[in-house]
């Protein structure tokens, strides 16, 4: 069995608002319940997060930002900054929680302590932009993972993976200009936050280093894995990547009623042989998960126990054996290019 580690706290639960939201602590408090009946203590490594500074968040973000959050984060109303985004006094200690438990996990890799990874934490960070909060996001915690491996082991090729049902603008921002990270977001288009076209791909350095497939709303398992296994393939013989980040959003759950695409709880297990398969081939299996959104709690336990399932079995399953299924019936003769290209 491979050493997982884990990050949970229950410090991230202090992140709350009284009224209901789709991103609450109830998330989380469920999959730490379950975590605790079905995994025993041999099967993973759970690694206490620390906080990450104020010159670590400025790798992504601007101090104009940090300082508004601040302020907002004493007022009345915690709807005072982003309709979607609260923001109470509890909320800044656990999003600096969130990103420095990934930077734990990081270091760890890196040490070769553990084999991999997943920080199950909260506030998510995808949609966090470099001077804007927004769509539950406060810190984008897996930019801020990349910065950190950048700057304190000197990689220059990281590979973000994003599957959440919502396009990663916050990282892609961060990384728009840049060609030492490559985002990859798969994501339901005409939603929230209603970025991601397949022409944005980078500008400047960063041209070419920006992917993005945007999906069809009821696209499910098979065409799922058929547009991000192809699309892995030639990005990772390409840009060979030192470190591969998840951004695992599991809100392209078939029960999740937030999207309307369908994927199940055993894709995210397929989806995590194949990006195994590929950070060996690349990085020594550097590969890292990091929790954004998911907003069913029973969907969201299953699909990350599928992930953490495939994350301990020793040997992965090739993606040949997977089954990828051909594209041209998968699209039924319909050009693939009217979903998506490259
Ligand atoms: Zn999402």
């Given at each position: 069995?491979?050493?997982?580690?884990?990050?949970?706290?229950?410090?991230?639960?202090?992140?709350?608002?009284?009224?209901?939201?789709?991103?609450?602590p109830n998330?989380?408090?469920?999959?730490?319940?379950?975590?605790?009946?079905?995994?025993?203590?041999?099967?993973?490594?759970?690694?206490?997060?620390?906080?990450?500074?104020?010159?670590?968040?400025?790798?992504?973000?601007?101090?104009?930002?940090?300082?508004?959050?601040?302020?907002?984060?004493?007022?009345?109303?915690?709807?005072?900054?982003?309709?979607?985004?609260?923001?109470?006094?509890?909320?800044?200690?656990?999003?600096?929680?969130?990103?420095?438990?990934?930077?734990?996990?990081?270091?760890?890799?890196?040490?070769?302590?553990?084999?991999?990874?997943?920080?199950?934490?909260?506030?998510?960070?995808?949609?966090?932009?470099?001077?804007?909060?927004?769509?539950?996001?406060?810190?984008?915690?897996?930019?801020?993972?990349?910065?950190?491996?950048?700057?304190?082991?000197?990689?220059?090729?990281?590979?973000?993976?994003?599957?959440?049902?919502?396009?990663?603008?916050?990282?892609?921002?961060?990384?728009?200009?840049?060609?030492?990270?490559?985002?990859?977001?798969?994501?339901?288009?005409?939603?929230?936050?209603?970025?991601?076209?397949?022409?944005?791909?980078?500008?400047?350095?960063?041209?070419?280093?920006?992917?993005?497939?945007?999906?069809?709303?009821?696209?499910?398992?098979?065409?799922?894995?058929?547009?991000?296994?192809?699309?892995?393939?030639?990005?990772?013989?390409?840009?060979?990547?030192?470190?591969i980040l998840v951004?695992?959003?599991?809100?392209?759950?078939?029960?999740?009623?937030?999207?309307?695409?369908?994927?199940?709880?055993?894709?995210?297990?397929?989806?995590?042989?194949?990006?195994?398969?590929?950070?060996?081939?690349?990085?020594?299996?550097?590969?890292?998960?990091?929790?954004?959104?998911?907003?069913?709690?029973?969907?969201?336990?299953?699909?990350?126990?599928?992930?953490?399932?495939?994350?301990?079995?020793?040997?992965?399953?090739?993606?040949?054996?997977?089954?990828?299924?051909?594209?041209?019936?998968?699209?039924?003769?319909?050009?693939?290019?009217?979903?998506?290209?490259?």
């Open positions: 069995m491979n050493n997982l580690g884990l990050v949970f706290d229950n410090r991230y639960l202090h992140h709350t608002i009284p009224q209901s939201s789709p991103e609450n998330r989380l408090r469920h999959l730490y319940m379950h975590l605790q009946q079905k995994l025993t203590q041999d099967c993973f490594t759970h690694i206490t997060p620390r906080d990450a500074t104020d010159a670590e968040i400025q790798s992504a973000h601007s101090s104009f930002y940090l300082e508004q959050l601040r302020e907002h984060s004493i007022k009345d109303d915690p709807y005072s900054y982003d309709k979607d985004t609260y923001l109470m006094e509890e909320s800044l200690p656990a999003a600096r929680l969130a990103a420095g438990g990934c930077f734990c996990l990081a270091d760890r890799i890196m040490e070769n302590d553990i084999d991999y990874g997943f920080g199950l934490i909260r506030p998510p960070g995808h949609h966090a932009t470099p001077g804007r909060g927004m769509g539950f996001c406060i810190f984008n915690n897996v930019a801020l993972t990349a910065n950190h491996l950048r700057k304190t082991y000197g990689l220059k090729r990281i590979l973000i993976i994003d599957f959440d049902v919502h396009h990663a603008n916050g990282t892609q921002d961060v990384f728009y200009d840049d060609k030492e990270v490559m985002v990859l977001s798969i994501h339901q288009k005409g939603m929230f936050p209603f970025t991601g076209l397949a022409e944005e791909v980078g500008e400047k350095e960063g041209k070419g280093y920006t992917i993005n497939i945007p999906v069809h709303p009821q696209f499910a398992n098979a065409e799922y894995t058929c547009l991000l296994g192809k699309t892995l393939q030639g990005v990772v013989e390409q840009f060979m990547p030192q470190f951004s695992a959003g599991f809100d392209a759950h078939i029960d999740d009623s937030i999207s309307g695409t369908n994927l199940t709880s055993d894709w995210f297990g397929t989806i995590t042989h194949i990006l195994r398969k590929h950070a060996a081939d690349s990085c020594d299996g550097k590969l890292l998960y990091i929790l954004e959104g998911g907003y069913n709690p029973v969907s969201l336990e299953e699909s990350v126990f599928a992930v953490m399932d495939a994350l301990l079995q020793k040997n992965f399953i090739r993606p040949g054996i997977l089954s990828v299924p051909r594209a041209e019936k998968l699209f039924n003769g319909h050009p693939m290019r009217d979903y998506w290209t490259i």
